[in-house]
């Protein structure tokens, strides 16, 4: 439970910092602990959803082709 005197407004949740449960980004912004790790995280798993997508993608178009010229494969 958050306590003490406010020291900023986090700006990833927009909701108030207090001083027991404040960090500094990259920035040197106030925020709280938790968001910066949820970000990080979320930064992380965008970065790997978008490496599948890229990966999907070029199978489609692999797969496209294959049914073009009749030779289409599965696997």
């Known amino acids: 439970m958050a ?9 990833i949740c ?7 449960e404040w960090i500094l980004n990259q920035y040197d912004n106030v925020v709280h602990e938790r ?3 949820t970000r990080n995280n979320n ?3 965008n970065h790997l959803l978008n490496q ?3 990966r999907l ?7 496209e082709e294959q049914n073009k010229s009749g030779q289409m494969t599965l696997f």
Not at 3 to 11: D, K, L, Q, W, Y
Not at 14 to 20: A, G, I, L, P, S
């Open 3 to 11: 306590s003490g005197c406010i020291v900023a407004e986090c700006p």
């Open 14 to 20: 927009e909701d108030w910092v207090f001083e027991d």
């Open 43 to 45: 930064n992380k798993m």
């Open 35 to 37: 968001c910066l790790k």
């Open 52 to 54: 599948e997508i890229q």
């Open 57 to 63: 993608e070029k199978r489609v178009k692999e797969l």
